[in-house]
Structure formats: structure tokens, C-alpha cells
């Protein structure tokens, strides 16, 4: 990744860049290797565990419901260690969305409600966070689904960018939406069977189809209505066909 960002820095002279990318895809060593780099981040961040600012907010509203939007944010100071190994200070951005929170819940009930059935010998025991076993026995993990309960609806960005409004650092990882769907074609469309890449070639091939593909459709969304095909592109002078004569008027 490194190598392809630093050379569309020098090919477009652009001296601050930031790195947008869900949690799944940065590693600590990643991390570090973009703090090396001088490059920012921003990242989805997983929440295995109710955060400290969420906490507070609770304790300090005691039995309120969470505003749709509301934002906290945690600072996150690299440790003596931490900087030892490149790591820096970063701050985590917590936001609750009622949408996000009615969807996780939906998918705790079917879960669960999968899991009771199981339980009571009434479905076969398939892969399910919620079923507990010991031993022989089942159960419905009840620890668990209070935990998650807790978390629906939170979400966490992390980032290096601790000077940057929490806005800014969530519209940007916003934007991702673009390139995942740049990525969403089915074979339906294309008019072919799917391909699976291995050589280093053939994925670089298909990297740069897609990132021009990018670039033209950015293109024509960003075109002002009513330009004409070439309304961009400067004029050049033609010289007149020889089976026609120009235009002396």
C-alpha cells in the first residue's frame, strides 16, 4: 500500500494525505508504517467493550435516552512503549445512531430468538454467538446479549488527525461508501463469469481498470449539466478536409 500511496504523492506533488479504511484492513505495524510515512488515518474502529466516555454520559444521564448523533470522544495517548514503537497519539470518536442501533438490535433478536429454539431441541445447533455450551448442556448466552444490547447503535473512529473536529474525521470515513461501491460488480454486469486474480500483473490490471473507472465516473457526476462531450478539453485547431473546402464565411 505504501509504495503506491507515496508515488500518487509525488505524481501529484500533494504533501498531506490520509488513509481511510475500516479496522479489518490497518494493522498496529500498518499503523505504524503510516505514522513513518507521515501519513494520517482514519479508521472504523470495533468496540469489543462499552467505552469509558459512554460511561459517563450514562452516569451523568441517568436513565435519558442517547440523542440520535451524539458523538463523544476519547483521547488515546500512546503509551511510553507505544511511542517506543512508532505508535502515536490518537483519539477514538464514539457515535450513537438510532438507524444503526434498530438494525443491530433486529439482528440480536433473530440471533437470539435462533439460539432459544436450538436450546429447546426445536432447530438443529448451527454456528450461533448466542448458544452457550458446557459440557452437554445448552444455553442462551444472557451475558452476552445484555453486552451486545449495550452496544448497539455506538460505533468508533480512530485517528491520528487529534486536531481535526469529530465531523470531519466521521464524514471522511463516510466517503468510503464510494469506493465499496466502485468494487460492487456482479458478473450480471460485466456479461462475464467471475475472475480470481493471483499474479501480481493481473491484480495491478485490475486495480487500474477500476481506479480509471473511478476517475470517469467522478468525472461525469462533477460535470456541470448541459456541457457539451469536450467542453473541458481546450480546442484545437483543425485544418480543413480536403474532399470538403473550409468555410470562407
Known sequence: MLPVINAFKAAHQLSDVTVVADAGMISEANQVALQAAELSFVL????????????EWRDEHPGEAIPDGLVLTQPWPATSAEKARGIPDRVVHHQ?????ARRTLRGIDEQVAKAQRAVDGHAPVKRNRYIQLTGATKSVNRTLEAKTRGLAGWKGYTTNLVGQPATFVIDAY???WHIEKAFRMSKHDLQARPIYHHLRESIEARLSIVAAAMAVSHYSSTKPAGASRNSSAPHAATAPSESKPADKS
Do not use: A
Not at 472504523?44 to 460511561?55: H, M
Open 44 to 55: 472504523g474502529t470495533r468496540i469489543p467493550f462499552l467505552p469509558d466516555v459512554v460511561r
Open 96 to 100: 450513537f445512531r438510532h438507524d444503526r
Open 174 to 176: 463516510h466517503q468510503l
